[in-house]
């Protein structure tokens, strides 16, 4: 079975902190992803990588900026956290072959204050 | 740009009745189309994809859905509800040769299966 690990699962940050969100997957996936969950308006892609030291912008990546520097590692990180980015989010990975299915973590709860 | 478009928010069901769950998409070319479950405080769980070949897509728990290409439709059905059903249902679309394959997702549907 594949396996996404976000390693947080419930945070609490104040305005302006620097938060990491961390990911790792276990299935040698190439692609993995960085999605926001909000009630009403369902995932929006953050961003996403296909290689390592790859990146590539989503629909909404303002505020936010990310890091692969190995191939089962996946972070997110909010340079300075604001309120507006309380939020569920989720990290998924994906095989590299078109119509691969996208497998998610459990997600992060991240509240900020 | 592709878009999904789940038309009900909150779909309601008896236990032991059929239910359906409706999907729709707008995407250039053919679709690779998947549905995705998310129980309370979890992660989304995949439940089944169409690729190519048969329009009727069997998946994980008894779900299955049915392309519809001239309807641009992929709604999700089973034949008997369970209480257990509950959840909120995702459904997403990637286009072909997309190249990285990115997922757009649905708002998400509310499934409520009462006893």
């Known amino acids: 079975d594949v396996k996404v690990t976000q390693s947080s699962r419930y945070l609490v940050k104040r305005t302006g902190e620097k938060v990491f969100l961390e990911c790792v997957q276990d299935?040698?996936?190439?692609?993995m992803f960085w999605y926001r969950q909000d009630p009403g308006l369902g995932l929006r892609l953050i961003y996403f990588?296909?290689?390592?030291?790859?990146?590539e912008k989503g629909d909404i990546p303002e505020g936010y900026s990310v890091s692969r520097e190995k191939k089962e590692r996946f972070s997110l990180i909010l340079e300075s956290a604001s309120t507006n980015q309380t939020s569920m989010y989720l990290c998924?990975?994906?095989?590299?072959?078109?119509?691969?299915?996208?497998?998610f973590g459990e997600g992060s709860w991240l509240t900020v204050v | 740009a592709q878009s999904v478009a789940q038309p009900e928010d909150q779909v309601n069901v008896a236990e032991g009745n059929p239910l359906t769950v409706k999907c729709t998409y707008s995407?250039?070319?053919?679709?690779?189309l998947f549905w995705y479950v998310q129980y309370p405080n979890r992660g989304l769980q995949f439940l089944l994809k169409?690729?190519?070949?048969?329009?009727l897509v069997k998946g994980s728990y008894g779900f299955e859905a049915e392309f519809n290409k001239s309807q641009t439709s992929f709604h999700l059905k089973k034949p008997s509800a369970l209480v257990s059903d509950s959840a909120l249902y995702f459904c997403?679309?990637?286009?072909?040769?997309?190249?990285?394959?990115?997922?757009?997702f649905g708002k998400g549907t509310m499934l409520l299966v009462s006893p």
């Open positions: 997403a679309v990637s286009p072909l040769n997309s190249g990285y394959s990115t997922l757009t």
């Open positions: 990588s296909y290689d390592v030291k790859m990146k």
């Open positions: 169409y690729i190519t070949g048969d329009n």
């Open positions: 998924a990975s994906q095989g590299d072959r078109e119509g691969n299915t996208i497998y």
């Open positions: 299935m040698d996936h190439e692609n």
């Open positions: 995407v250039s070319g053919n679709p690779y």
